[in-house]
């Protein structure tokens, strides 16, 4: 199953990815967690009792300070490479998952000689000498070979599966906006996905619808005063559109004329 931007932002009970700091899905049977590479402030981060094979998504949660894995399908410690951009990480659960392996001390040495800053490992607190234990008897973790592909791949989906969510989400929160509105919805064919090569001539037009209903939707939420900020401000954009376009005019017959003569 395939972390969403709609669950997320359901579970909690947030507006945007971007302001949520705590998220809980626990046993939620997920698979792919890319959304999380559009959640740089993320702070406190459950995903036990899971399914996720793959850590290469968090890579760019710098903000993260707790994360727990516990009960997933993680195969080797070479996934905590992508943890390493992580400097305020210093909770991680990760037991139970098939990269513990059965050499306990040794697992704990190699975890922390990747992420040397943590302070509690599987719910134990991380001491002093184990960290410079760690520095001689952990091994190495060097970056899975396979892991710049999946950041691309979306942990190994199809990059259309994400592009189709996407693009349902769009359409319905777009509808939505304009239902608000007054105005009429759009087709689906106004969203066609970005990755058609039939359709890419689309994707000006679906941005420029998104910020036309972005625009008109915060006017709902300004007063009088900042409402005459905005007309004047559209009247000088408009006046310099006129404006170029009678340059354009007047400049097509001179280029006319000097055409002919040479």
């Known amino acids: 199953m395939k972390l969403t931007r709609k669950l997320v932002l359901a579970k909690a009970k947030a507006s945007d990815l971007e302001s949520v700091k705590k998220l809980n899905c626990w046993g939620c049977n997920l698979t792919d967690i890319s959304i999380f590479t559009q959640m740089p402030n993320i702070e406190l981060l459950t995903l036990s009792a899971n399914s996720i094979t793959s850590l290469s998504s968090l890579s760019t949660c710098l903000c993260l300070s707790e994360l727990y894995l516990r009960k997933n399908m993680i195969p080797s410690l070479s996934e905590l490479s992508h943890l390493r ?25 190699t975890v922390l000689r990747c992420l040397p800053h943590l302070q509690k490992l599987d719910n134990q607190v991380v001491t002093e000498d184990e960290i410079a234990l760690a520095v001689t008897e952990g091994e190495e973790v060097t970056t899975p070979p396979a892991s710049i592909q999946n950041q691309f791949s979306n942990n190994g989906l199809p990059d259309t599966e994400t592009e189709n969510d996407l693009l349902n989400y769009n359409m319905e929160e777009t509808n939505k906006i304009r239902e608000e509105l007054g105005m ?79």
């Not at 951009?85 to 040495?109: H, I, K, M």
């Open 184 to 262: 009429k919805p759009l087709s689906r064919e106004k969203f066609s996905s970005p990755s058609s090569p039939s359709k890419r001539e689309t994707k000006p037009t679906m941005r420029k619808t998104h910020t036309l209903d972005a625009v008109l939707l915060l006017l709902q939420d300004l007063d009088e005063e900042d409402l005459h900020v905005v007309h004047t401000a559209t009247q000088n954009r408009l006046q310099m559109y006129t404006l170029d376009s009678e340059t354009l005019k007047e400049s097509q017959p001179r280029q006319m004329t000097a055409d002919i003569q040479q």
């Open 85 to 109: 951009p992580l400097t305020r990480l210093r909770v991680l659960w990760l037991a139970e998952n098939p990269c513990c392996g059965t050499d306990f001390s040794q697992y704990r040495l």
